[in-house]
């Protein structure tokens, strides 16, 4: 008999010290509303604030939450990596640390769980961002949704439900921002059966986003290059050697 958590749920966390407390008690509040066995894990990537002090408080009282450390900053492709290798769960969901999602509509993404779907993908109802990041977010799903033949209406909507059965067939590789693209892509190459779900967004109410620093912004544009080259251009379709963990590492 398995002894999986029902689902894992898990946030990465860069400085994430105003949120990530009542986040982490809102996502185990309604999981366990459902009736679901559960775990949550933060993906503590090198905060310079004091996300970890008060997660650790948390844990005193959460026998449910694991907390996985950065020493340093790897980027938001690395924490991902970090929380899927974490996760045990049957199901693993994710969202951000910094409270622009309700990580109480997980009930929403649970709901549409069959033995037909693979991913349960978020999709921004309404983007609450100021005007320049929301334009820049509508072209930039337009150029990856066309180059890469995505599947899904809203590629940078962080919320998500995964079947651990797919993530343990795909190897993903990327640490920058770009992992988003590269999982739906590798997803979709995989046979992944997807089904959407409108979820809110929040304004961000505290700290700044990571992404729109012009080294980031950089990488991000190389990195959507090399990719496009091995999976759209050469085929690669980036599944898993044996023996190979959930990250692709041994």
């Not at 010290?17 to 559960?38: D, F, K, M, N, Y």
């Not at 693979?118 to 005007?131: A, E, H, L, N």
């Not at 590269?182 to 967004?201: D, I, N, Q, T, Y």
Request: hydrophobic share 40%; proline share 5%.
């Amino acid at each position: 008999m398995s002894t999986r958590p029902a689902v894992s749920a898990f946030f990465p966390c860069y400085d994430d010290a105003p949120t990530i407390v009542g986040l982490v008690e809102r996502v185990s509040a309604t999981l366990g509303e459902l009736g679901l066995e559960h775990e949550v894990v933060v993906v503590d990537d090198g905060s310079t604030d004091d996300s970890v002090e008060r997660l650790e408080r948390l844990r005193s009282r959460m026998p449910t939450l694991r907390i996985v450390r950065h020493p340093e900053n790897r980027g938001y492709g690395g924490a991902l990596l970090s929380g899927f290798a974490a996760s045990t769960g049957e199901w693993v969901f994710y969202t951000d640390g910094d409270g622009q999602y309700d990580p109480a509509e997980v009930r929403e993404l649970v709901a549409r769980i069959s033995p037909e779907v693979d991913v349960v993908q978020g999709w921004k109802i309404r983007r609450q961002d100021p005007w320049p990041r929301r334009l820049i977010g509508r072209l930039y799903h337009h150029a990856v949704s066309t180059a890469f033949a995505l599947p899904v209406r809203d590629t940078d909507c962080d919320f998500r439900l995964i079947r651990r059965s797919l993530l343990e067939r795909v190897r993903l590789e990327h640490t920058s921002g770009v992992i988003c693209v590269e999982m739906l892509r590798k997803f979709s190459a995989a046979g992944a059966r997807f089904v959407e779900v409108p979820v809110h967004h929040y304004p961000r109410l505290h700290g700044r986003s990571q992404f729109f620093r012009a080294s980031r912004v950089a990488r991000s544009l190389a990195d959507l290059g090399g990719l496009w080259v091995s999976l759209v251009l050469l085929g690669g379709g980036g599944r898993r050697g044996a023996g190979e963990g959930p990250t692709g590492a041994g």
